[in-house]
């Protein structure tokens, strides 16, 4: 059985830094996709960034989080990350990792991931 945890959310003032993990188990994830995607109240689940886990490429779609946000992974711990740097107001969400075995490369598309974790809470005070 395939479990993603997330861990590291927290309250933290603008400009601000904090880590994201995501802990993968119950699987080999050598061929996966891990993404993470971000709910703001009311809004939809956004994708911020994903990293292939076999090779260690990366994406990043949108504007909003290039050059803040990057991915990496940890294969001796099974663990993905996500480290935010210069946080803003507009990046208050739920954080979530998933992870994909497209072989088709990494998605942006929630649909495109069948494991989820629970979620973390990222809150940025102005």
């Known amino acids: 059985q395939v479990q993603l945890g997330e861990s590291g959310g927290g309250l933290v003032q603008t400009g601000g830094s904090l880590t994201l993990s995501c802990v993968a188990s119950g699987g080999d994830f050598s061929a996966y996709i891990i993404g993470w995607f971000r709910q703001a109240p009311g809004k939809e689940r956004e994708f911020v960034a994903g990293i292939s886990w076999s090779d260690g490429n990366t994406y990043y779609p949108s504007d909003s989080v290039k050059g803040r946000f990057t991915i990496s992974r940890d294969n001796a711990k099974n663990t993905v990350y996500l480290q935010m740097n210069s946080l803003k107001p507009e990046d208050t969400a739920v954080y979530y990792c998933?992870?994909?075995?497209?072989?088709?490369?990494?998605?942006?598309?929630?649909?495109?991931?069948?494991?989820w974790g629970q979620g973390t809470q990222v809150t940025v005070s102005s």
């Open positions: 998933a992870a994909s075995s497209d072989i088709w490369g990494i998605s942006r598309y929630a649909h495109r991931y069948e494991y």
